[in-house]
């Protein structure tokens, strides 16, 4: 059971890192037929949960994914996509639909002539930074379907349908409210996913189910801050410097202190788009002996000033 607790501690630590920030949720309405396209937003992910009816969700390459009540769909990377009631549909951009504003960031979108809709479903889309595990995202797939009622999500469903109950109501205080519950949803399923084994597609998940690998790991992320050594990596993973060093980069691809570099600059991201913090705190907090310390160190890493990085966050 110890074995175990390491890489169960390191997932939670890299969770709790994850940053979502909603920029437009949709409550659909939809008639028998009905096509919806979403386009690509790289940077952003798409999330879908059918809450009654059933349609097609159809990828850029033509695949087709058939989407039942309870089912919910998640896409990473932010993918062009469309929502349909049949693949022989007319499809409208989403954003060419009149809405009625729920909130501040939730809207109604009606595409049905008659009374009751033959399908509703719950949309968002969100700036998707899972800080210290960003470099899971490319290896994702494009879409992730997610079958709420089934065993492994059974924790979802509650989750799902208080969403959609959010986006409903139009309650005060429900934007905060979905962002919040969305958080967690991508959670479940980031966890879910990597609890699968990630698809066997990255050398980041077999470190994390490595218990002295992940021990070294979880040092780094939970004192990003601390100048650490590759001995003192080593120590925590209770293996040699050598043994250690070798086994850092075949596993991960990149030696230790150079993750720990990397990791420094994906936690000062996050602290200055999302936390809003200032640029001298996120560099005290970083194990910086100045700001400019810090803002030369993150140019290097990221290939632009802290200041142009957050500037970019806002547009």
Known sequence: MNQIAPSSDLMSELLLGMRLRGIQYRRVYAGPSFGFAFKAKPGCAYFHFMATGTAKLVTEDGELQTLSAGNAVFLPQGSAHQIVSDPKALVQDIDHYDVVSLSETVCAVTASSCGTPHAIFFSGCMEFDLGGLQGLVPLMPELMMIDATSQRYLELMPILTAMEQEACAGRVGDAGILA??????????????????????????????????????????????????????????????????????ETIGVAPLRY??????????????????????????????????????????????????????EK
Not at 209 to 223: D, F, G, N, T, Y
Not at 271 to 292: C, K, N
Request: proline share 3%; glycine share 8%.
């Open 260 to 313: 720990a570099g990397e990791l420094r600059m994906r936690i000062a991201r996050t602290w200055l788009a999302y936390d809003r913090m200032p640029i001298e705190r996120v560099a005290e907090r970083l194990g910086y002996t100045s700001q400019a310390a810090f803002s030369r160190a993150y140019k290097r890493i990221t290939g632009i000033s802290p200041g142009s990085s957050r500037r970019a966050q």
């Open 180 to 249: 919040r519950l969305a958080d967690v949803v991508m959670a479940v399923i980031v966890r879910g996913w990597v609890e699968c084994g990630c698809g066997n597609s990255s050398a980041f998940v077999t470190a994390l189910r490595e218990p002295r690998l992940s021990r070294a790991i979880l040092a780094l992320h939970r004192q990003p801050g601390r100048d650490w050594t590759v001995a003192e990596l080593a120590a925590e993973s209770g293996l040699s410097r050598s043994v250690f060093a070798k086994r850092f980069q």
